[in-house]
């Protein structure tokens, strides 16, 4: 049986976790899998993966990013040269021991999940393996990105963007002997029917950061309380924007309105769109927005803007949901509301979107997967 290794930052929240778990589970039927994380965030992968699949952690630790920010911010300097030690030391570790798990790799293909594993896949491993990089991150136009992608693809026999307009962005810059092919993601649950959209009931998933645009979601959904007073928010994830966010919500006395669960499994998610009417996207970009496709699986129309890239893959405009230019939020107060108060409209747009989530159905995305892999192997 063939053997796959995929090399990933960690196995916590996250798309490009979810992505891994799926893929490593679809993968895991016809070859070895093996999954080697550098950070053990939780003691285990937060996404179920079969049985069958090997998981091993390098670091038995998380990034002190935040801890060093805290101090830093409150000026405990001696505490800040203490965690910037640590830091550095992670750091060392962290390339030390995947260069030092790269070089003892013995699996047919070696898959990379991100652009810093991928250089240094790229520059240290000297097997025979099949070396694949999957980008999961959008370059929103930075050039700087950009270029250090296509460097760190220089021994790389395969790169899989995980949307088809960076596949197609990427295939005009990526010379050499390297192959620029799609990488299908799926939707790992579809449920029997749609959801009621009984309500007006809207939400929104995901990290907590700044990248995220939780902080405009906030003002989008002020402005929808503004003319209706039906309508409650809810956010699920955490992160290092919630206390900001908090803070913003109770400044504009919309606690009753809003409600954060933060971090939850996913038959919470699944129980909670099953109550839900719109999904509401404010991120400033998105390389796909697999939580578009799940929202899209229970019948549940989205509203993103257009520096969400991914979701512009995703969104039929005025089919199965808003594109908003220009980060427009009193544009998207309005769609949404439009919605919301069309329920025929809704149900049409929530119908649309189900239908397209079924595409990317799990044996769907599987099947392609297993032919992906065996083309590669046979070629």
């Known amino acids: 049986m063939k053997k796959i290794t995929i090399l990933c930052l960690h196995l916590g929240y996250g798309g490009i976790e979810s992505a891994i778990s799926s893929i490593s589970n679809m993968l895991s039927s016809n070859y070895k899998v093996e999954i080697i994380s550098f950070y053990n965030l ?6 179920e993966l079969d049985k069958k699949i090997d998981v091993k952690f390098l670091y038995d630790g998380k ?9 830093l911010k409150n000026f405990k300097l001696l505490k800040v040269l203490s965690e910037g030690i640590k830091a550095v030391k992670i750091l060392y570790l962290k390339n030390k021991l995947m260069i030092d798990c790269i070089k003892k790799c013995d699996s047919d293909i070696i898959i990379s999940t991100r652009v810093e594993i991928t250089e240094l896949l790229s520059k240290y491993y000297k097997g025979n393996a099949i070396l694949i990089s999957q980008e999961h991150s959008h370059h929103n136009n930075d050039k700087k990105y950009i270029n250090r ?12 963007p995980v949307s088809k ?3 197609k962005f990427y295939k005009n810059l990526v010379k050499g002997n390297t192959k620029v092919i799609y990488s299908p993601l799926c939707v790992d649950f579809i449920p029997l029917k749609e959801a009621n959209k009984n ?14 645009g939780y902080l405009d979601l906030i003002d989008v959904f002020s402005l929808i309380n503004k003319e209706d007073k039906k309508c409650k928010l809810y956010i699920i994830g955490d992160g290092n924007e919630k206390d900001k966010i908090i803070s913003k919500i109770k400044d ?5 309105y809003i ?13 909670k769109l099953n109550d839900m009417s719109i999904y509401l996207m404010t991120s400033y970009k998105e390389s796909f927005g697999l939580v578009l496709l799940e929202a899209s699986s229970y019948g549940i129309p989205s509203i993103a803007f257009s520096s969400a890239e991914g979701a512009t893959e995703i969104i039929n405009n005025n089919v199965d949901g808003y594109i ?16 919301l108060n069309n329920k025929e409209k809704l149900n049409k747009f929530g119908h649309e979107a189900r239908n397209k989530s079924i595409n990317y159905s799990y044996d769907s995305v599987k099947e392609k997967w297993i032919n992906i892999i065996e083309n590669i192997l046979n070629n």
């Open 63 to 71: 990034p002190n990013k935040e801890e060093f920010k805290s101090y």
């Open 149 to 160: 992608i296509v460097k760190s693809l220089k021994n790389i026999d395969y790169f899989m």
């Open 252 to 256: 504009l006395k919309l606690e009753k």
């Open 324 to 339: 908003i230019e220009n980060r427009d939020k009193k544009l998207m107060a309005e769609k949404t509301l439009e919605l």
């Open 259 to 271: 409600i954060l669960y933060g971090y939850k499994d996913k038959n919470f998610i699944r129980k």
């Open 199 to 212: 309500n007006k009931n809207i939400i929104s998933i995901g990290r907590l950061s700044k990248e995220k």
């Open 42 to 47: 939780y003691g285990k992968p937060i996404y």
């Open 165 to 167: 307009k960076l596949t």
